[in-house]
Structure formats: structure tokens, C-alpha cells
DNA sequence: GATGAATGAGGCTTCATTCAT
DNA sequence: GATGAATGAAGCCTCATTCAT
């Protein structure tokens, strides 16, 4: 487990090893890597607004293809099925996941404020797609087993990212001994709860309520003694 | 029943105004009403497994027909379209965590008690019925507009079950002041997330060991000093 | 193999074995028996006309459908693919040759006039169905492998018929010994070639000239000093 | 009809002809004739292996290309069309028995020596290219009513180099009398029944044995008294 | 009331062909 | 001359729904 400040550059590389064992298993016929990339991304995002909206057995490759500007034969170049637009449409939105949260990391040093930084940042993500993100609890079940395993895997290692921090606080101190998975947990179904129940949620709080009355929650069964001082003496410092 | 002020003099009307605004909107052919429990009854059954299996498009009418053991056209008789069939199953499940919520707390007077036994009771009929749970989360969208709503509610007024226990605690004194709404959904979706991450969750730990960390977790979080030496005394007196 | 009569006491439990072990592969969603056999006939009928005429790829279920009477999705009850079509298609041409042959030879003990009357019925049935013939040169390759073998035992199971009547006359000293199967495939050959090359020797004979000389042609490589004599006081007779 | 060694003298010219009459029909965008020449062998030798294995339907222009090592528009610019691909294998194989035929009755003056030779020969190319012989039965009904005239053209040429030696044996006083295109037919299909029915045959003789066996069969239909002794002493003489 | 054969619109996918580079 | 990405018409097949028995 990455330390205080190690998490950063533990990601990355995790991410690599990721794609790298992931693009294998969805062949294009076209070579030129640049552009498979491009048209990918281009299938993708129209595919995840349909699928968002309409969920994925309404919506059709016509659709997409009308969606994305570019004619059903070509996705079939990028793409082997439409289980693929999905595979790939779902993965799509947990990199999202994993690519803002780092950032929202960036620069910041002490344990505690990195925890509510990523929750947070968990939190803003899904909030900022969040049909995208119901998507997974929709559709992950309409793929293969095996194509499922991959999506589970992006999931873990997104937890790997919370998951980091509050071992981080544990080692400072700051958080009582627990089991991080289990309270990463926790803390990920707090940011997918918001989409997933947006349409009650919305009419209880605001995000940022939401947030904050989440973070307190989970803070008040984690937090050591030392830790809930340190915590009184940021809120004083803010 | 919890006391205070009538929440539970709500939900049986609730209940009732939803059963008349349900049934009327999915009309049978059939007039025998005792029938007409038992068919529905019959295909809901068969269909929940399968649309728990294998999804909502996945599953044929011709498939519920079999697992059933009745023919095509009698399911016709019964529901008028295949999307009454997934409304139905949905409010079956939703009806099943309505009844045994109550059941489990049948004799239990604590406010805590009562708490705690609710979100126990609530987790386990998840449990038992945990792809039919996901079920919700995975095709809820597939129903038009309209009849999503009376899945909504009907969830909606599950959830009262728990903020009925929790606002008794608030009102003992028990817990502190809090949007009850909002900290009912905490409890949902510990519940819902049992299934929903069940996938990983079984490998972190048991389901009674969830239950138990849960509740730890929220009432760390709720409880009032007097409400934690109430749970102290009740954990001395086990 | 049968003696001088027995062929056509052999002949039908044959067939009834081949039905059996070849129905099964071939699984209708319609249960009754009687109505399964008249669909198939009305698709058959249609398909060995339309495969005759376009061939196997340019012919579409649709067009089988419009030619049948019926719908496309009625097609679908009662076989798996367009392949299953093909390959009923082509085991009727087979069971056509399978059902006249056996009839030519009723009635008829004189191992010598059955030989001819075999050869002379196969070379009718093949001109009634010439197109439908051809169909198994240029489609049996479409079915998957093990489809191809039901229908190569078809044929095999149609040589039988022709290769008892030459056994017959080898036995009765008409003939002399030789390598049955393969005079056998002589015989097959005179009668498959009438509807493969008929576009030439339609212009070269007539199909009595053809069976007439086809005769002679492997009656001179066969029959013994007797079976010569024999011939001869058949044509005296005649 | 050509004389006992006008024949080699006479094919080349028909060849000629032909292949003037063919490759009008089939432009090239391409003008450089040796390019064409080899671009086209390239292709057509790649078509024709996969065209015998999968069949025409099956095999794409995208295999060929692949195959071929070429890319799909170079084809293009070759040929107008897929059935050209089809138009050109057929031939090409075709041209095949042209071209061997009379490599193997190079040097032979004795017209039934020549005779048998040019059966052997011919079964011998149809064995050395089975699959690719069986091609033209499956696939040249794919072919439009204009271009199949041209390949049948093709056969006819083929029988004529048969026919030749028939011809020549009778006018030795080898052969009777006969409808000579008609024998040439039965001499052909012995050929052709080789690969038509080789997936049977190869269990009941060798090809020389086929082959053997073929030659009696007809020749002892075909021999005159003075053939039939001319016939011993060759065999004796060998 | 129950059955299940029949329908056909509509979706996914393939592949011959074109054309800009 | 050569390439291969792009196109979209067309085919196979599924499955919700109906209706005659």
C-alpha cells in the first residue's frame, strides 16, 4: 500500500497495466493506432449519452452510428459486437473516475485532507455524469462473464484510489485500525448512491450538503481521538 | 409499531392508496380476482428468477411461459405487456423487504432496538433475495415514465419503515437531530449495497459481519450521549 | 446384402432408420407431429425450387417465405437456420431418388431386368428433379461438416439400392465379380451426370438414347458369357 | 476433327481464340499487360485456394486480399467485380486440364495409347486439383448467364482434346462407331467423379486403380474386335 | 379460461465496392 | 499503381403480440 504521498505515482503505472491488458481483447481491423483511438473515443461518447439515456437494449447501433456522425459499418471496424461499444463504453466512464481523482489529489500532502479530497472529487465525478455512471449498475450484467471481470477489475482499482488514503490515515494515525475495503466501500457507494438515487437525493440536499454530511458520517465512525483533533484544527485553519 | 406521532398510521393508508393506484393500472382479462392472484403470482414468480438471471431483454416471454409452466397466451391474460410483467416483478420485490421490515420489528418496543432491527431485517431480505435486488438498479429505467414512478414510490415508502424507526430515536432522544430522509438512505443503500457489491463485498466479510459494522458505522455517527449509553446498557443486558 | 428379392423388403426399414436418426437433429419449436411434416413439405417445396433456380446464397429465407405462403418467423418454428433449410432441402432430393427407385422394382424378380429398371429409375427421378439434383453438387459444401455427413449417408444409403441389384446379378453368374460399390458409383455417376452436364446432352441425345446407351456401356465391362445370353433372350422376349 | 497428332496443333489456336474472347470481357484498370498477368495469377491463386475450402459466399474479397498478400483496392483495379474473381478461378482451373492434357500426349502416335493416356491425364489433373475441380460443379451457377456460357465454352474445349482421340481410335478401326461428344462425356465424368465423389472413392481403390478400372469399364464397351487385339498387344508389348 | 401457432417489424452484422491519399 | 478506411444496402434471425381453436 502506497504511503502518505505515494499514491500518485502508484496509479499510473496500475493504469498502464491496465489498458495494456485490456485494448488486447477488443481488436479493431484498423491498424493505424491513432485513429482507433480517435474513432473510439468518437463511438464511445455518443454511445454513452444513448446508452445513458435510453439504456443499452434501446438503444441501436443506428442510433450510435446516427449519434457519432459516422456510418454502422464503421463501428464494426473498431468494434467486434455491440456487447463491445458497451465493454468499452463502461470502462470509459470508471477512467473517468480514475483519471480525476488523481488530479484532485495533485499537491495535496496531509492524509486527511487528501481522504476528504478524494471522496470528494469521487463524489463531483459522478455527479458530473451521472447517467454514465448508472450505467454500470444497469448494463455491466448484459456482458459476457469475462468482459464483466474486466469492468470489476477497473472498479477495484478505482478503489485502490480511496482505498490508498485511508490506509494513509490509518498510518498517521488519524483513522482507528479498520478494513479498508470494506470502508472504501463506504465511501464509493456514498458517490454512487448520489446518481444512483439523484432522483429522490436531489430534492433532500445539495451536493456540496451531500457531501459534507457524508464525509462527517464516515469520519465519525473512522476518526481516532488525534484524528478528530487534527480535524478540528483544519476546520479552525480554513 | 413505532410510536411518537403516527408515521405508522401513514403507511397503511400509503399502502392501501398504492395498492388501488397499482392494480387498476395493469389490467387482466381475467375477472376472477382470487385467479388472478394466483396466475400473477405465478409469472411474477418465474419472472423474477429469470429477468434476476439473465436481465430484462434477455428473457423472453416464452421463457417466463415455461418456468412458469403456463402457455404464452395465458400470460397475456393476466398482464397486458411485457413491461407490466418487469413492473410487477420489481413491485414484488419491493413488497417482500415491506413486509419482513415490519415482522422483524413485530414485539420490539426500543426505539434502538427497533432502529437496529429494521436495518438488520432490511439487510437480510436483500440478502435473501439479492439478484432480485439488483433487479431494481438494472431495470427500473427499462419501464416507461410513469410506471417508474410507482416503482419510486413504492420504494419510497419502504424507506418509511426506517425513518419511522429513526425519527423514534431522534424523538427519544436516542439519536440527534438529523435529516431523517437523508439518513434513511444511508441505511438503504447499506442494504442495497450488500447486493449491488456482492460480488466483493463476500470476500471482505460475512453478511453478519456487515450488518453489524454497518450499524456501527451510522449510529457512531448518530447517536446522542444518552443514545450511547443506551446502547451500551442494551449490549451489557444481551 | 439381399438376395434376388429381398432388396425391396430391405429397402424401407432402411429408410424408416435413416428418419429416425435424422429428425432428431433437426428440433422444431411446434410439438405436433402431423403439423410438423406439412410445414416442413411447404418450406422444403419452396426452398428446393428457389435453391434450384438461384442457388443457396442468393436465395433468402424471405423469398422462401413469399414462395411458401407463409411468414419468415413461421419458417424459424420449425427449423434453426437457413442451413437446417438447406439441408432438408437436399435430403429430400435424396428421399425423391430413395422412394421412385424401390417402386421401379416392384413387381420385377429378374435380377438382370431389375439392374436395368434401377438404372433406367434413377436416371428418371434424377431428370424429373434435374435442377434439385444439381442443388447437392453445389450446396452440400454450405453445411457445417457434420451436416454434410447426414447427407452423405444419405447417398450411400441410395447406392445401397443399386449396388443390391448388381450383388443380385453377380450372384446369379449374370454379371461377373467386381468391385460392386465402385460399379455401383458407375451407375450414379450415368444417372447424376443427365442433370449435371444436361445443358450439353440435352443436345446430344434424348434422355431414353442416354439411358439406352449408358446401359450398354456398363453392361459390356459386366456381363458374363451367361449374362450375355441372357440379355439377349430378354430382348428376344421383349 | 483433327487427325492422330493434328491435335497439339490445333488446341493452341482454340486456346487463343479464347482467351481473346475472354479478356475483352474482363478490363483491367491497369494497362501494363505483364502486370496484369502477374497481379491476376496472384489473385486468382488465392481466390481459387479459398474459394475450395469455404466456397465462393463464403470467402470474402477481404480474405482474397489477405491471402493473396495484396490490398482489396489493388483487386479492384484488376477486376471489375467479385464474379470476376469467380470468372477467372474457373478458368483458370480449367485452363489447367487444357495445358496437361496434351503435356501428356506429347510424343504418343498410337491412337489408343493416346486415348488411354489422355483419360489417365485427365484424371490425374482433376486429382492434382480436387477441390479447385469440384469448384466449377458448386459455383458456377454464382456466375450470370453470359459468363457461365464461358466456362462451359471452356469444358467444351477441354472435351474436344478428349474427342480428338476418340475420334482418332474410330478412324483406326479401334473404336466402334459412337456418338463421340457422348463418350467423351462418360470419359469425363470419370474424371470429374474422381473429385465429385473422392471423399467416398479414396476408401474403395487407389487412383491408379480408379483409373485402371475406369479404362476397362469403357473400353470394353468401345473396342472392336481389331481394337481388342491391338489392345493385347500393346499390353503384351509393355 | 387456456393454448400455442403464426406474424412481421426491427435489430445486429457482413461485406462488396468506392475513393481520397 | 497501391492502399485501406469508409459506406450502407441487405440478409438472417428474434421475439412481443395476436387470435383462432
Same mark, same amino acid.
Not at 81 to 105: G, H, M
Not at 192 to 218: M, N, P, Q, V
Given at each position: 500500500?502506497? !504511503?502518505?504521498?505515494?499514491?500518485? #505515482?502508484?496509479?499510473?503505472?496500475?493504469?498502464?497495466?491496465?489498458?495494456?491488458?485490456?485494448? *488486447?481483447?477488443? %481488436?479493431?481491423?484498423?491498424?493505424?493506432?491513432?485513429?482507433?483511438? /480517435? &474513432? &473510439?473515443?468518437?463511438?464511445?461518447?455518443?454511445?454513452? %449519452? +444513448?446508452?445513458?439515456?435510453?439504456?443499452?437494449?434501446?438503444?441501436?447501433?443506428?442510433?450510435?452510428? &446516427?449519434?457519432?456522425?459516422?456510418?454502422?459499418?464503421?463501428?464494426?471496424?473498431?468494434? /467486434?459486437? /455491440?456487447?463491445?461499444? =458497451?465493454?468499452?463504453?463502461?470502462?470509459?466512464?470508471?477512467?473517468?473516475?480514475?483519471?480525476?481523482? *488523481? &488530479?484532485?489529489?495533485?499537491? +495535496?500532502?496531509?492524509? +486527511?485532507?487528501?481522504? %476528504?479530497?478524494?471522496?470528494?472529487?469521487?463524489?463531483?465525478?459522478?455527479?458530473?455524469?451521472?447517467?454514465?455512471?448508472?450505467?454500470?449498475?444497469?448494463?455491466?450484467?448484459? $456482458? *459476457?462473464?469475462?468482459?464483466?471481470?474486466?469492468? !470489476?477489475?477497473?472498479?477495484?482499482?478505482?478503489?485502490?484510489?480511496?482505498?490508498?488514503?485511508?490506509?494513509?490515515?490509518?498510518?498517521?494515525?488519524?483513522? #482507528?485500525?479498520?478494513?479498508?475495503? =470494506?470502508?472504501?466501500?463506504?465511501?464509493?457507494?456514498?458517490?454512487?448512491?448520489?446518481?444512483? /438515487?439523484?432522483?429522490?437525493? %436531489?430534492? =433532500?440536499?445539495?451536493?456540496?450538503?451531500?457531501?459534507?454530511?457524508?464525509?462527517?458520517?464516515? =469520519?465519525?465512525?473512522? $476518526?481516532? *481521538?488525534?484524528?478528530?483533533?487534527?480535524?478540528?484544527?483544519?476546520?479552525?485553519?480554513?
Amino acid at each position: 500500500m502506497p !504511503k502518505t504521498d505515494g499514491i500518485d #505515482r502508484e496509479a499510473p503505472p496500475a493504469d498502464a497495466v491496465r489498458d495494456e491488458s485490456r485494448n *488486447p481483447t477488443i %481488436k479493431s481491423q484498423v491498424s493505424d493506432a491513432v485513429l482507433v483511438q /480517435k &474513432r &473510439r473515443a468518437q463511438i464511445v461518447a455518443a454511445a454513452v %449519452k +444513448l446508452f445513458s439515456v435510453h439504456g443499452y437494449y434501446r438503444t441501436t447501433i443506428q442510433d450510435i452510428a &446516427r449519434e457519432a456522425g459516422v456510418s454502422i459499418g464503421l463501428i464494426y471496424q473498431y468494434v /467486434k459486437d /455491440k456487447d463491445d461499444v =458497451l465493454l468499452l463504453s463502461l470502462l470509459d466512464v470508471l477512467e473517468t473516475y480514475k483519471r480525476e481523482i *488523481p &488530479r484532485a489529489l495533485e499537491g +495535496l500532502t496531509d492524509p +486527511l485532507v487528501r481522504f %476528504k479530497a478524494a471522496v470528494d472529487a469521487y463524489c463531483r465525478v459522478v455527479d458530473s455524469r451521472r447517467e454514465a455512471g448508472v450505467l454500470n449498475y444497469r448494463s455491466t450484467k448484459s $456482458l *459476457p462473464r469475462e468482459r464483466r471481470e474486466i469492468v !470489476k477489475q477497473a472498479e477495484i482499482e478505482t478503489n485502490q484510489l480511496i482505498a490508498a488514503c485511508i490506509q494513509a490515515c490509518i498510518e498517521a494515525g488519524l483513522f #482507528r485500525a479498520c478494513n479498508v475495503e =470494506l470502508v472504501t466501500y463506504h465511501c464509493v457507494m456514498l458517490a454512487h448512491s448520489w446518481a444512483l /438515487k439523484y432522483w429522490r437525493l %436531489k430534492e =433532500l440536499c445539495t451536493l456540496d450538503g451531500y457531501i459534507e454530511e457524508g464525509l462527517e458520517f464516515i =469520519l465519525a465512525s473512522l $476518526l481516532t *481521538p488525534t484524528g478528530r483533533q487534527h480535524a478540528e484544527t483544519l476546520a479552525g485553519s480554513r
